[in-house]
Each structure stands twice: as C-alpha cells, then as structure tokens.
DNA sequence: CCTACTTGACTGCCTAAGCAACGATTGCCA
DNA sequence: TGGCAATCGTTGCTTAGGCAGTCAAGTAGG
C-alpha cells in the first residue's frame, strides 16, 4: 500500500513542504553569521566546498551544488573581488580554470564552518547521534531514489 | 557531547547540504508535471495551500510558505490572469482581499495532486511507512528547533 | 474623539538565478 | 588527418524573489 494513499496528501503528511520550510528556517536562523563575514549563504556555500576540496573549477562546483554553471561564474567573481579565491587557467586542459582558496578565504571558510557546526550542535542539542544519522540516511536515500527514478510519470 | 564534535562537518554529513540537495531533486523531478498545467513550482504551492485552505488571503499564504508578501501578491497577479484564483474584497475587514479558487484553479489542483502524490508514492515505494512518519516527525522538529532558537549565536 | 501603532495589499528597485548561446579547447573516431 | 561531439567558462536576456516604502484600514489607549 502506497503512503500517500494510507495519509492524505496535505502540506502538513508533504515531505516536500516540510522539507522546503526546514531548508528556509535553517537559512534564515544563519544569515547573521554569514552577514558578519559579508557574505552570501551562496557564496558560503561555494567557500566550504573548496574549503572541503569538493571541486577544483566553476563546473565541478556548479555539478556539486546543483548551481547555475552561468550563475557561478558570476559568483566566483565576486569572490575573487572580495579576495577570497584565485582562478588560474589549467595547463593540462586549457578549459580549466582551477580555482582555490586565498589565505583570507581559508581563515573566513574556517570560522564560518566552525560557526554553522556550532549552530547545528544548539539544534540538535536533544538528538540522539543516531536519530541524527538516520535523517542523514533517510535524506540521502530520499534524493539518490529520486534521481534514480528521473522525472516523474 | 555534540553531534559534530564526534562526526566531521562536511557537506555530506551536513543536515543543510542533504536537505537543499533533496529539495532540488524533487523540485527537478516534479517541473514535468507542473509544466504540462502550464504553471511554475511557485504558483502550485499557493495552488495546493488554497486547496487545502491553509490560508484566504495573500498575507496568509505568504507566511504559511514563508515567502515574500510582494512577490506573493505578483504570483496572484499572474494566477488571476490564468483563471485559477478570483479575488474578493472583504466586507468586514476592507484590508483583507478574499482569494478563491475557481473550478478551472480547483481542477488543476486536484489533477497536480493526485500525479504529485503518485510522484512520492513511487519514490517512497520500498519505504516502510513508520519510517515515513519518522522523516516527517524529524523535519517537523528540527524546524521547530530551529525556529524556536532563533537566530544563531 | 483623537492619536499612535499595527496589519494588509500593493509598488518600485535591485540582485541573483535559470536559460540559451557563443568561442575556445579537447577527445573521439572514421 | 579531419571533422564531430562534448566540455568549460563566459555573457546577454528574462524573470522572480527579497527589501523598503506607500496607502488604506483597523485597533488600542488616553
């Protein structure tokens, strides 16, 4: 028996609604810590995925974050505006604009992880470690069996 | 002891990372559906809330989806046109504009329903459905979690 | 009854994201 | 070797969202 056939299919029983309303409340509660760096949560975004190496160029990262590839560029200029990272054309493949982080970009990255992790610790603060797992879990399964499945019927 | 002092806080063990992630994929998975009524994910949800009647007005519907008041009243503009929503002003308090569905609006959200919840029955096909509830009873409690916190420190 | 304060709808302004297109570069394969 | 497809970064174009301000309408307190 399908879910949403046992529970009515309201935004309350809506994985999506309520998922779309943490994903906003979260974003909203840690606006002041990026606002203290000058920062957008985007281009947060893009500081910690250097930071943690999960891409080298505008594409890789654009791919990671499920980003604009145009909007990207535009956002790493304002970054490398700010200081923050540097692009440097790639001499294997001359496509390649390797990007990294500068020395201020690094230390900005580290405070605001430490920051953000602090945050999550406060709201997770009554979660046992393996309910926290699970969601993680529960999230991942989530997405890998959406696009697994591709667009819908 | 807290959850990322004893688990490294990267993108994936990162709540927020797996939870915008999730949105994007179903958001990407849904637009089919949406696109064959003509409509964008956006106008859906104002249709689904006034289906459900979560709200009767713009500012109701606006803080029920945590979005924008003016942009809300700009995404009604364009639903008016569409024939989906009639516009009433109230009687008994004139600030208040009454919104309502027409048999057309009410009709698309009854046929986006039905195939947006086909949608999630198939990707939650292998799910128990405690597990369900649990996903859903996390998401609701870290929201308010997080909105009970406020603004981080 | 008059004055503040709040609330709701609406309107410009600005920024950012999505989309399509382009040149440059590379890999592939006949 | 030469053409074909794919990838990367970049750039206009369009649109939608966030923000601040305005006006009308209601509420509470003196």
Same mark, same amino acid.
């Given at each position: 028996?399908a879910f949403?056939?046992?529970?009515? %299919? *309201?935004?309350?029983?809506?994985?999506?609604?309520?998922?779309?309303?943490?994903?906003?409340?979260?974003s909203?509660?840690l606006?002041p810590? %990026?606002?203290? *760096?000058?920062?957008?949560h985007?281009?947060?975004?893009?500081?910690?995925?250097?930071?943690?190496?999960?891409g080298?160029?505008?594409?890789e990262?654009?791919?990671?974050?499920?980003?604009?590839?145009? #909007?990207?560029t535009?956002?790493?200029?304002?970054m490398e *505006?700010?200081?923050?990272?540097?692009?440097e054309?790639?001499t294997?493949?001359?496509r390649?604009?390797?990007?990294?982080?500068?020395?201020?970009? *690094?230390?900005v990255?580290?405070?605001?992880?430490d920051?953000v992790?602090a945050?999550?610790?406060g709201?997770l #603060?009554?979660?046992?470690?393996?309910?926290?797992q699970q969601?993680?879990?529960?999230l991942?399964?989530?997405?890998?069996s959406?696009?697994?499945?591709?667009a819908?019927?």
């Amino acid at each position: 028996m399908a879910f949403y056939d046992s529970v009515p %299919f *309201e935004p309350d029983n809506s994985i999506g609604y309520q998922i779309k309303r943490a994903a906003q409340a979260m974003s909203a509660a840690l606006e002041p810590v %990026f606002a203290d *760096e000058g920062l957008t949560h985007a281009q947060w975004s893009v500081l910690v995925s250097l930071h943690f190496e999960r891409g080298r160029t505008c594409a890789e990262l654009a791919r990671d974050q499920a980003h604009d590839k145009g #909007a990207m560029t535009r956002l790493i200029d304002q970054m490398e *505006e700010k200081g923050w990272v540097t692009r440097e054309r790639a001499t294997d493949d001359r496509r390649h604009v390797i990007l990294a982080l500068t020395d201020k970009g *690094e230390a900005v990255a580290q405070r605001t992880r430490d920051r953000v992790a602090a945050c999550w610790n406060g709201w997770l #603060a009554g979660w046992e470690p393996e309910k926290v797992q699970q969601l993680l879990g529960d999230l991942r399964e989530l997405r890998t069996s959406i696009e697994f499945a591709g667009a819908c019927a």
